[in-house]
């Protein structure tokens, strides 16, 4: 990778140079901010306007409409190109790469081997790190945080305090928002949506709103019992400490709680999920 850049830099035209006003990171790299020497009039820039910071033209294409703004920050490996936009006070650092026609904004971090691009966009306070990929129309924003080997991609969005993270995927028109956390090997995809304080995980497969529910201020810890349709079709649920099927979770329940008040109540939730888990193969036939 380093080399394509190094040759693709040789071999383009200068669009800014880097200025004499420069800043320093925590870790003590020097930054320099840059000018145009051109207009990039897809992005309103014209020639002598002052951009944001690099550390080097390692780290923005000298060809393209890629830009850096305001007081956003790029350095290490990171490399911004295509007609991608990195603004505001965001920061891309590491081996991060941020292209096509992505946007990396407002108070954002793209680090570690992340990768940002086609029209995705990365926004607010949001952070997209280690190996993680946000693609196509993609919006990460808000506190969310996308990490690990995670996957964001077509329209989906994640966003409030959502984490995503592991192998785990979220894509379509999926909505993964509030403090929901989808990981593992887990596939949110469709129309479905994710929020309040639900765990997805495992080989859970999500492309319906009814393939997933919460209800939250049970049991005696007045916690959140989650469930979701896993790959096989079976049902998995998580509540506290307990991760398992819901006929485990059934069993585990007698033996805690027996027929007091919060075992009756944990009864009628379980009866509930298997009613609602009974209609769905109908409804994936019916949404295909």
Known sequence: MTQTRTVEQQNAPAKYKLTDETIETPSGRKLHRIRALVAIAAIGVSAGDLGGFIEASKNLEQSGNAWVSGDARVYGDAWVYGDAEVSGDARVYGDAWVYGDAEVSGDARVYGDAEVYGNARVYGDAEVSGNARVYGDAEVYGNARVYGDAWVYGDAEVSGDARVYGDAEVYGNARVYGDAEVSGNARVYGDAEVSGDARVYGDARVSLSIHIGWFSNVGSECGTLTYF??????????????????????????????????????????????????????????AA
């Open 229 to 286: 349709r896993q790959k096989d079709g079976s049902i998995y649920t998580n509540r506290g400490c307990f991760s398992g099927t819901l006929s485990d979770f059934e069993g585990a329940v007698k033996k805690r709680h027996g027929d007091s008040r919060i075992g009756q109540e944990y009864d009628l939730l379980i009866q509930f999920i298997r009613l609602r888990a009974s209609a769905w193969e109908v409804a994936q036939q019916e």
